[in-house]
C-alpha cells in the first residue's frame, strides 16, 4: 500500500523549518527521502530538488508524451480498425487446455492439519515455478484475450501493464523469495509502461483508465511519481457529479474512443481507486455508493468488466483495509455476501471464485465464513501437474449489447494461478497461526 500520499508537501514543510535536512534533500534527494520516509525508490529512478531563491524561478516541465503526433492520431481511429488492435495483441494463442475433472487428492479427514499445511506450501511452490516459466523477460504478465459469444474468432496473448499491476499484486502479500522477485521484475516492467504523472491506459487506442492507473500504482508503490503523490490529482478531479470515480481518464486531446460503450461508475474501479488514495474526504462518495450496493444485495447491472460477483467483493476487501472500522462495521455484511455465492452444496462455482472469495475473507478477517480446510482441498485438488490453474474468465464484458464483437473476455492460466497462490497463502497463513 501507498505509505504517505502526503510526501511531498511534508518534505517542503521539513526543509522549510529544518535548515540541516534543507542540505541534505539538495545534495542527495534520493538518500535523504529514504531515510526520513523509511522507504526505499526505485533503482533505476533519479530525484532532482532545485532550490529556487528570490532572484531566481524554475519551471519543471513534464517529460514529452511517448508517443508521436502521427501515433495520436492513428489512436484516434484504432477503435474501430482491427487491423490497429493487432498491433496491441501477441501471437495467436492456442486454445484452453481442458479443465479434467478435479479428483481428490488430499483431504484434510485423511492426512490432518499439518499434511495438509505442508501441501498448501508445496502446491505454492509449484505454482511460483510455473509462473516463472511463463513471465517474459521484462517482467510482464500475459491474458488471453478471446471472444465469449463466437469460439471461431482467433484468441490472442496481450500483455497490458493492467494485467502485471493485477496480477503482481496478488503475489506481493508472500513471503516467499520467488514471489518477491517475480513482484521487483513486474515493477520494472510497469515503470517502463507507466505515463506522466502515473497513469496506465489497457491498450493503446484506448484512454489512461483508473482501473489501471489505481493497481499499477499499488504495485508500483516505490517509484518517485508514486510517492509523492502526482497522479493524484488527475484521479480526483476524474468524478461525476455524485463523487464516484469515472473509469476513463479523458483530458482535452485524448481520445474519446470509449463513449459508444461506457459504463462509467463501476464498484471495482471505484473500490481499487479508495485502495490506493485511502480514506479521505474525496473518496467518501464513493465509499458511500460501494456501502449502498452492499446493503442493497444485488450487483446484477454494476459493472460492465466484472462479471464474477466475487470480484466485486474481492476489490471491495481491498479497500476496507485502507478505510479505518470498516471491517468492524461492514465486515460482516460483506463477508455473508461473499458466503451466499455458494451453490446448495456449498461450492463456490469455479477455483478463480474461490480464490478470491478466501483472499476477501481473510483480509476482512472474517474466513470463519467458510469452510477453510474444504477450499484448501479443492485449490490443492485443481492444480495441474505443471504447477499451473485452469484459464477462467477473469474479466470482460458480458453484455451482448454490442453484438459478438463486443462479447470480450480475459483470462489466462497465469492469471488463475496468481489469484490461488494468494489464496493460498491466506489460508497456509492461518493453520500456521
Not at 492456442?94 to 499434511?115: D, F, L, N, Q, W
Not at 522477485?181 to 491506459?201: D, I, K, S, V
Not at 485502507?322 to 462455482?349: C, H, K, M, V, Y
Request: glycine letters at 6%; proline letters at 6%.
Amino acid at each position: 500500500m501507498t505509505k504517505n500520499l502526503a510526501i511531498e508537501n511534508s518534505l517542503l514543510s521539513k526543509a522549510e523549518r529544518d535548515r540541516k535536512f534543507r542540505k541534505k534533500l539538495v545534495k542527495n534527494p534520493k538518500a535523504a527521502i529514504e531515510k526520513e520516509f523509511d522507504v526505499k525508490l526505485d533503482v533505476d529512478h533519479k530525484v532532482y530538488v532545485h532550490e529556487q531563491s528570490y532572484s531566481e524561478t524554475h519551471v519543471v516541465l513534464p517529460p514529452p508524451s511517448k508517443f508521436s503526433e502521427a501515433e495520436r492520431q492513428e489512436f484516434k481511429t484504432g477503435a474501430t480498425s482491427l487491423e490497429f488492435l493487432r498491433k496491441t495483441l501477441h501471437d495467436p494463442a492456442p486454445p484452453p487446455r481442458p479443465t479434467s475433472p478435479e479428483k481428490p487428492k488430499i483431504r484434510h479427514s485423511m492426512v490432518g492439519t499439518k499434511a495438509l499445511a505442508i501441501a498448501a506450501r508445496e502446491s505454492i511452490h509449484r505454482g511460483l515455478g510455473f509462473l516463472e516459466s511463463v513471465i517474459d523477460e521484462n517482467g510482464a504478465w500475459h491474458c488471453i484475450r478471446s471472444n465469449l459469444a463466437n469460439p471461431n474468432i482467433p484468441r490472442h496473448f496481450e500483455r497490458p501493464p493492467f494485467i502485471s499491476g493485477f496480477c503482481a499484486l496478488a503475489l506481493a502479500g508472500s513471503s516467499e523469495p520467488r514471489a518477491q522477485a517475480l513482484c521487483t521484475a513486474t515493477q520494472n516492467y510497469l515503470a517502463g509502461t507507466t505515463e506522466y504523472p502515473g497513469l496506465w491506459r489497457y491498450y493503446q487506442h484506448l484512454p489512461p483508465d483508473l482501473d489501471s492507473t489505481s493497481l499499477c500504482s499499488l504495485a508500483l508503490e516505490n517509484h518517485p511519481w508514486i510517492l509523492l503523490g502526482r497522479n493524484i490529482e488527475p484521479i480526483l478531479a476524474n468524478r461525476d457529479e455524485e463523487g464516484r470515480f469515472m473509469t476513463w481518464i479523458l483530458d482535452d486531446d485524448e481520445p474519446d474512443v470509449v463513449s459508444v460503450f461506457r459504463i462509467e461508475a463501476d464498484p471495482v474501479v471505484n473500490a481499487n481507486v479508495i485502495a490506493y488514495l485511502g480514506d479521505r474526504p474525496e473518496t467518501r462518495n464513493a465509499q458511500i455508493w460501494l456501502e449502498e450496493l452492499l446493503n442493497k444485495g444485488s450487483l446484477a447491472g454494476t459493472s460492465k468488466w466484472y462479471h464474477d460477483p466475487a470480484s466485486i467483493y474481492y476489490a471491495i476487501a481491498r479497500a476496507m483495509l485502507r478505510i479505518p472500522g470498516t471491517q468492524n462495521s461492514l465486515g460482516p455484511l460483506l463477508a455473508s455476501r461473499i458466503a451466499d455465492l455458494r451453490d446448495e452444496s456449498r461450492e463456490f462455482s469455479d477455483i478463480f471464485q474461490v480464490a478470491q472469495a478466501i483472499t476477501a475473507l481473510h483480509s476482512i478477517g472474517h474466513l470463519g465464513y467458510v469452510d477453510g480446510n474444504r477450499q484448501l482441498e479443492r485449490l490443492i485438488n485443481t492444480q495441474r501437474e505443471d504447477g499451473s490453474w485452469p484459464e477462467l474468465l477473469a474479466f470482460g464484458d458480458q453484455s451482448l449489447r454490442w453484438g459478438t464483437f463486443g462479447q470480450i473476455g480475459h483470462g489466462s492460466e497465469s492469471v488463475t494461478s496468481a489469484f490461488c497462490i494468494e489464496a493460498l497463502e491466506c489460508l497456509a497463513s492461518v493453520m500456521i497461526a
